[in-house]
């Protein structure tokens, strides 16, 4: 009996320690399992911030590549101005020159006329280089014929400033090279924009 007894407390204590073995494989067993559901959640936590940054990164990387592309737009269009201003500055240079140039033309032209002298081949750039001149030489007396006589050519400009400058018929007839009653039926012409 006592073997019995033994046995049976032996059996109740190896039931006892399965019990206990059990209990605490099932505690590890559990203790593992939160862990995981633990890391799993910080795991699932952690990729959502690095999909959260991935996409701001490339939202950054493709502003910085609109930037770019507008920097290397506006630097295309800098220099297109750039040369345009360049042309532009060389064209005013030119223009001045030639109106320099004009200028003095007109002068030679009007001062061979105020000295007596008289040119039978005037051409259009010859009346226009003088009146040029002139417009600025006797620019109030310019001023009222065009007020009187509106937007006449040069060659009729010419005539209508000699005339007002007391060259008579025949004088004006010499500076152009042509008869005095071809001065007056020119003048006769010209009319005047108000009677």
Not at 49 to 75: F, M
Not at 118 to 134: F, G, I, P, R, S
Not at 147 to 152: A, E, H
């Amino acid at each position: 009996m006592s073997e019995l007894q033994s046995n049976i407390n032996s059996s109740l204590s190896m039931k006892d320690l399965l019990d206990t073995i059990t209990s605490a494989s099932m505690g590890i067993l559990i203790i593992i399992l939160l862990c995981i559901v633990v890391f799993s959640l910080m795991l699932h936590r952690t990729r959502k911030r690095l999909i959260a940054v991935h996409n701001r990164l490339k939202a950054e990387k493709q502003s910085l590549e609109q930037a770019k592309t507008q920097i290397k737009s506006l630097k295309k269009e800098s220099a297109k101005k750039s040369d345009k201003i360049e042309r532009l500055n060389n064209d005013i240079m030119v223009a001045s020159q030639s109106s320099e140039a004009n200028a003095r033309c007109g002068k030679e032209l009007y001062l061979h006329i105020k000295n007596g002298g008289t040119t039978v081949t005037w051409t259009k750039q010859d009346y226009e280089l003088c009146m040029a001149y002139c417009k600025i030489e006797f620019a109030e007396t310019m001023a009222e014929i065009e007020r009187c006589y509106g937007n006449i050519a040069p060659r009729k400009q010419l005539i209508m400033l000699l005339q007002h400058l007391n060259y008579d018929y025949a004088a004006i007839g010499r500076v152009l090279g042509i008869n005095s009653d071809s001065v007056r039926k020119n003048i006769a012409r010209i009319t005047p924009l108000t009677k």
